[in-house]
């Protein structure tokens, strides 16, 4: 039951860009923290959890899931439009600003919510084999969907915001229902969970980083996401 606890909270993540798109002032600086700490704690399972339990298991056929797992998400990737984490003061003010957002939020909600469902399925999986590799996934792949919430807060369609926060939990219940898997099959979805987390690095934090590399929070973030991996790895 923990596994599918982990794949439910990591929708709340979404909830929580929205509530803080709402209230918080300095979205940007926040958004970028969150983006350098993301980096960080999936550097850290891939090195210390994702890539252990691969050559663990001796089969160099895993490797080529990892591929897959890179492609699948690159493909899913190109149904979502292109998006800025950057905003700016009174833009919410315009219709245009807002019939815009109301558009993206929507394709960008459908997109999220179908890659959210196999990340949800990957995430219940790893949780199975380690809850602290479940633990650093959730924090990495959150914090990296955090800055969504920001996206999608303009959204007027509240059923498919719902849909989006529960679409991990029911990748999750997909294979809570399929049942238990042999030791190749476990290697199978470790291997396409990392190959997509490679992904989320190269196409999405890496970028985000280098563009804002001489802001302070992308230094407070780098930080925090090393102190929260220490914490993890010391439990």
Known sequence: ???????FLSGLFYLVGIIIYKFVKHKNELTVAAISCAAVVIIGLIIFDLAPELIEQDNAWLFV???LGFVLLFLIDKLIPHHHHKHH???EATKEHKD????????TI??????????GMALYSISLESIRSGILMLIGVGLHNLPFGFQIAGTKNKLLVFLLVI????GGLV???FGNIDEFLQGVVLAISMGMLFHILLFELF?????NIRQKATIYGIIIGVILLIIINLI
């Open 65 to 67: 899931f990892v591929i």
């Open 100 to 107: 815009r957002l109301e558009h993206v939020s929507t394709i």
């Open 110 to 119: 459908l997109a999220l919510s179908m890659h959210n469902l196999i990340e």
């Open 175 to 177: 294979v809570f229902f």
């Open 167 to 170: 679409s991990a939990f029911l």
């Open 1 to 7: 039951m923990n596994a599918l606890l982990l794949t």
């Open 207 to 211: 970028k985000e980083i280098r563009e």
């Open 89 to 91: 003061d009174h833009d």
